[in-house]
């Protein structure tokens, strides 16, 4: 309330915390420096002139501070560090003078805060970027495999890490002790790493079978080149549908132009980027399947099995509508890397509507 409280601004560590609080019936600023262990800053921000509400930057150190402070009956807003302006003559930075700064614009109401994500959410959402990581790890592990055989002159000619490629790799013999110690430990990262993947697919799988992510999971899969990781990992990283609107999650995913107009000036430059990038890309990858005709699919048509009517209808006429999108710009001479991207936009509009859809009620999609 206006004229009594604390604001809290906490610069967060991970071995120091330095916290600062504005009280407003003294109208004096305090700080100081504290420990690092949740339950060491809910005591201090406790201890400041009621009510206090606080607030620190999104980083590597979570949201576990923001629940244990929730859980305290303190307010807390988690700020989205990207989304801070700081002042071009500002050339002092400080942890003291970066948590007065936050708690001066959680004064006046102008932090751009991000969602915390449940327990849950957070554990699913782990298990999806380890699934991303190892994924990154398998192509950079064949990479450097393919590189090995290449410099001994050994190229596959045929399709890439197929049965009969992986018959054909454990087929070589080196004369040179090395690059046979070399192509043995590269080979078994490989296949390492391999397992490992299909490990973690598993798992998620069976997540995606559970509550509460079956529903939405299963509504998704029935669009073109949507699986069963990629709705979950869409469902995981968007984690709450109910934020957007078939028009704005483009822009949440950095999907939309990027934009530098004045007066009658309007000028758009390449998309944004903003937002979660294992989405975005995921989402692009799906877009390329909707480049080709559509045709009726055996796999999509198991994927559907069991949907309601309103939602395999809602679907096809996604699938028709991003075909169609495809052709559009085609027409027009766009180059296929830039119509994905474009695809992709209306692709999450589709996959937002399907998401909200339930069985009792069904708008027309926004997208």
């Known amino acids: 309330m206006p ?6 601004g906490l610069d967060v560590h991970a071995r120091s915390v330095i916290g600062c609080a504005i009280d407003e019936s003294a109208g004096e600023i305090r700080s100081q420096r504290i420990g690092a262990r949740n339950d060491q800053i809910v005591d201090w921000v406790r201890a400041q002139p009621g009510p206090v509400v ?21 307010p807390c807003e988690v700020v989205a560090p990207s989304k801070l302006e700081r002042p071009a003559g500002d050339k002092v930075k400080t942890d003291r003078r970066d948590a007065e700064r936050l708690a001066r614009l959680l004064r006046i109401g102008e932090l751009p805060g991000v969602r915390v994500p449940t327990e849950a959410e957070e554990a699913a959402r782990d298990l999806v970027r380890a699934r991303e990581d190892c994924r990154g790890d398998l192509m950079r592990a064949r990479h450097r495999l393919s590189k090995l055989l290449l410099r001994q002159g050994l190229v596959w000619e045929h399709s890439a890490w197929t049965g009969a490629h992986e018959d054909w790799l454990r087929s070589h013999r080196f004369d040179r002790r ?3 110690l070399a192509f043995d430990e590269a080979l078994d990262t490989v296949f390492t790493v391999h397992a490992r993947r299909d490990r973690l697919d598993a798992a998620i799988e069976e997540m995606a079978a559970t509550e509460p992510l079956a529903g939405p999971v299963g509504r998704l899969r029935c669009l073109r080149g949507v699986s069963t990781l990629t709705a979950t990992a869409l469902c ?8 957007f609107t078939g028009s704005t999650i483009g822009a949440y995913l950095g ?22 990038g294992h989405a975005r890309r995921l989402l692009v990858e799906a877009a390329w399947h909707h480049r080709r005709p559509l045709r009726a699919s055996r796999e999509r048509a198991r994927r559907a099995d069991g949907q309601p009517a309103a939602v395999r209808d809602r679907a096809e006429a996604g699938n028709r509508r991003l075909h169609q999108r495809w052709c559009r710009l085609e027409q027009r001479g766009k180059r296929p890397t830039i119509s994905a991207v474009a695809v992709a936009r209306e692709l999450a509009g589709w996959c937002w509507s399907l998401a909200m859809l339930d069985q009792d009620r069904h708008d ?4």
């Open 178 to 180: 090395g690059v046979q």
């Open 364 to 367: 027309s999609p926004a997208v």
């Open 3 to 8: 004229g009594e409280g604390s604001w809290v």
């Open 255 to 276: 999907l939309v132009p990027s934009e530098f107009s004045s007066g009658a000036r309007r000028v758009q430059g390449p998309i944004t980027k903003t937002g979660n």
């Open 236 to 243: 995981v990283e968007v984690a709450d549908w109910h934020r």
């Open 54 to 74: 606080a607030c620190y930057e999104a980083g590597p150190t979570g949201f576990g501070l923001a629940r244990a402070l929730h859980a305290a009956g303190v």
